[in-house]
T-cell receptor
């Protein structure tokens, strides 16, 4: 089965601790993304990566870090510097055409992070 | 300033009703507009619209784009309780990078039996 997996589904952490959210895809997609969703709001882009070993900040990158060592994997670390880390985190991937155009993004099931 | 604005924010209807969801946008180099349905977890892709005036249709759902007036609508006819979800609109801008999906805040649709 092809798709995007995120783990864990629910995550609880104490304030001040770093936590890493997993995102894996076997769709052979080039581009991968991390979004954050807060209640009543749309998705806000944290980081994105077009190719292995390359990634760019999105709109709300402060307090987060990522790596892209393999095409299939794009883990997100929520650091203690993130002021309001409690949120629903969604990972997505898409095919990137040679022209640079973007096909639709496919989303993973999400990780709900609660920091107390 | 919001680049993608959806309305209404929430909507409650009864089964069998027809609903129209709106998405207006303001971007510099428009490439496409996408609609997603989000039930509890991952948004699922519905439509991608790139050309003005051409309706995309899938069953009871349809969508159309007006590039002159910078908006899109999503229509759902004969609504069912399974249509209850948040409907997200996103706009893709032309750029050298792959990042450009800007999402609206969504419309929460509730369909009552």
């Amino acid at each position: 089965d092809g798709g995007i997996t995120q783990s864990p589904k629910y995550l609880f952490r104490k304030e001040g601790q770093n936590v890493t959210l997993s995102c894996e895809q076997n769709l052979n997609h080039d581009a991968m993304y991390w979004y954050r969703q807060d209640p009543g709001q749309g998705l806000r882009l944290i980081y994105y990566s077009q190719i292995v070993n390359d990634f760019q900040k999105g709109d709300i990158a402060e307090g987060y870090s990522v790596s892209r060592e393999k095409k299939e994997s794009f883990p997100l670390t929520v650091t203690s510097a993130q002021k309001n880390p409690t949120a629903f985190y969604l990972c997505a991937s898409s095919i990137k055409m040679p022209s640079g155009s973007l096909y639709e993004q496919y989303f993973g099931p999400g990780t709900r992070l609660t920091v107390t | 300033e919001d680049k993608v604005v959806q309305s209404p924010l929430s909507l409650v209807v009864h089964e069998g009703d027809t609903v129209t969801l709106n998405c207006s946008y303001e971007v510099t180099n428009f490439r496409s507009l996408l609609w997603y349905k989000q039930e509890k977890k991952a948004p699922t892709f519905l439509f991608m619209l790139t050309s003005s005036g051409i309706e995309k249709k899938s069953g009871r759902l349809s969508s159309i784009l007006d590039k002159k007036e910078l908006f899109s609508i999503l229509n759902i006819t004969a609504t069912q309780t399974g249509d209850s979800a948040v409907y997200l609109c996103a706009v893709n801008e032309k750029s050298g990078s792959a990042r450009q999906l800007t999402f609206g805040s969504g419309t929460q649709l509730t369909v009552l039996p």
